[in-house]
């Protein structure tokens, strides 16, 4: 039986990588805005959110992170890091605890007509494996990861 989940894992992750690679009709170009990328619409959850519908919904979409909102608007991310290093092996209880204590707070973010180069810029520096992207509102309308741009 192991080796069957091991065989669709590999499965899955073929899937995937022909998903990521089937989308490219052309070259990006670095100079482009962020907008011309093919992005995933996020997963937004509200301050509050119990920590236990946060982890689901990052399962059920097989996504790195989720968006935190407050009033519409973007105020924290919560990564898989986030859960690694502030969650797993802490004995907590996930229908009590709200994403609000584990999440990163006030996160850099970036615009879509920002370039491709200024978010690889930010993420090598920073060392952001994923930055949300918000409207003129601030309110989140995508999230850019490596994988999108690489």
Known sequence: MQE?????E?????????????GIEEGVSLD???????????????IGTPLSEAVQKL???????LLVES?????GIMTERDILLKVTGKGLDF????????????????????????ALNRMVV????HVPIVDDNKKSVGVVSLV???
């Open 4 to 8: 069957n989940q091991f065989d669709d």
């Open 10 to 22: 590999l499965k899955r992750m073929d899937e995937l990588e022909y998903d990521a690679s089937s």
């Open 32 to 46: 482009d805005p962020l907008s011309g990328l093919a992005l995933q619409n996020p997963i937004v959850v509200n």
């Open 59 to 65: 399962q059920d979409k097989s996504l790195g992170c």
């Open 71 to 75: 009033d519409g608007k973007l105020a």
């Open 95 to 118: 229908e009590k605890e709200v994403v609000d204590n584990f999440m990163t707070p006030n996160p850099e973010y970036l615009e879509m007509e920002d370039a491709v180069a200024y």
């Open 126 to 129: 920073s060392g952001f494996r």
């Open 148 to 150: 999108n741009i690489v």
